[in-house]
């Protein structure tokens, strides 16, 4: 017994040791695959973009949930009070993961075709369903079809609420298949908007490789801003303004802002910095126009969207106005900017 006795110890303190390394290692692994399970959240974010999905709750959007959570995605769910109020537990898995609840009308009604005592019945339900089951009430509202008018966005806007229509559809509605989904998202721009609905698998299928797009460009996915309908950052605070990148081999870089918004229109002042004469390429987004520019002489192409203004010699600062014509959370997107 007394000779066995130090190999027993010796032993004994080899096992602790092992126990002790092993431990180590097994906690280092969980370091690493804490950090790699969010890897969004050590992305550069030059920009953001309103990732929304509309109709829910449903009976898929635990499995939609899953997957925004997986790739480290905050997104916007336009619900409809009907579903709500028959889902309560998935509108609150919804706030649980993360996610900025809004309104989506009470059953997805044809809303500019009911007067306005009935718009103001079906939002008020609607939001007051959100309310009970999340404890938070909407401050964003998307009509049904995207079917609007000044009626049921003075409605709207009575209950607390802003419109947000979409800069781009990804038609996963339309039986889009994946790639197209992906192809559709991959123009978004900073400050954009898109369109994509619960319960539909594709678009599940699409959400990582969408990321791996944003990613790319440094774009991460952001809350809508209720003041300008935009997509900010998380906190709630705004990007930096639109700046083009001056071309291979130029000097012209154009920053776009927009410093008057009204309920109708709003007006873009562009400042075009490290040239005299410029031509600068700004997109509109339809069915918004542009019924007044100054500073500067603008051309259009033949869908009335893509403007090119060039110097006048009134200086490097030109605007214009555009009417929303229904959709008002679009801004124009500056696609070039080049000297001489």
């Known amino acids: 017994m007394s000779r066995l006795f130090p190999r027993t110890a ?22 690493v695959l804490a ?7 050590a992305a550069t974010c030059n920009g953001y973009v309103g990732l ?4 829910g709750p449903t009976g898929s959007t635990s499995a939609l949930l899953n997957v925004l959570r997986s790739n480290g995605v905050r997104a916007t769910m336009f619900n409809v009070g009907q579903n709500v109020q028959n889902n309560r537990s998935a509108a609150q898995a919804q706030v649980a993961a993360g996610m900025w609840v809004a309104n989506h009308s009470w059953n997805h009604a044809h809303m500019t075709s009911m007067s306005q005592a009935q718009m103001q019945s079906d939002l ?7 309310q009970s089951a999340t404890g938070s009430r909407p401050v964003l ?3 049904p079809y995207g079917e609007t008018n000044s009626t049921l966005q003075s409605v709207a ?12 559809d990804s038609q996963d509605w339309n039986g889009a298949s994946v790639s197209q989904i992906v192809a559709n998202a991959s123009r978004l721009q900073a400050g954009q908007v898109i369109l994509m609905h619960d319960g539909i698998q594709n678009t599940r299928d699409a959400i990582p490789q969408i990321m791996a797009n944003l990613t790319s460009r440094n774009l991460c996915p952001g809350m809508i801003s209720p003041s300008t309908g935009r997509a900010v950052a998380p906190d709630g605070t705004t990007p930096p303004p639109t700046t083009t990148p001056p071309p291979a081999g130029g000097t012209c870089t154009a920053t ?11 007006n873009t002042s562009v400042t075009v910095s490290g040239a005299s004469t410029w031509t600068v390429v700004v997109a509109i987004t339809s069915p918004q126009r542009v019924t007044t520019i100054w500073n500067g002489t603008a051309t259009w192409d033949s869908s009335g969207t893509v403007m090119t203004m060039r110097s006048n010699g ?4 030109f605007g214009f106005t555009t009417m929303t014509n229904g959709n008002s959370s679009a801004r124009p997107q500056i696609r070039s900017c080049t000297s001489g």
């Open 10 to 31: 010796l032993w004994s303190r080899r096992l602790r040791a092992a126990l002790a390394v092993l431990a180590t290692a097994v906690a280092m692994c969980g370091v």
């Open 35 to 41: 950090a790699t399970s969010t890897p969004s959240s």
């Open 52 to 55: 929304t999905f509309d109709d």
């Open 124 to 130: 008020s339900q609607t939001s007051s369903a959100i």
């Open 141 to 143: 509202f998307r009509p």
């Open 157 to 168: 806007s009575s209950l607390g609420m802003r419109q947000v229509l979409w800069d781009v």
């Open 256 to 266: 776009a802002t927009t410093p008057n918004v009204w309920g109708d229109r709003y």
């Open 314 to 317: 009134s200086g490097n600062t």
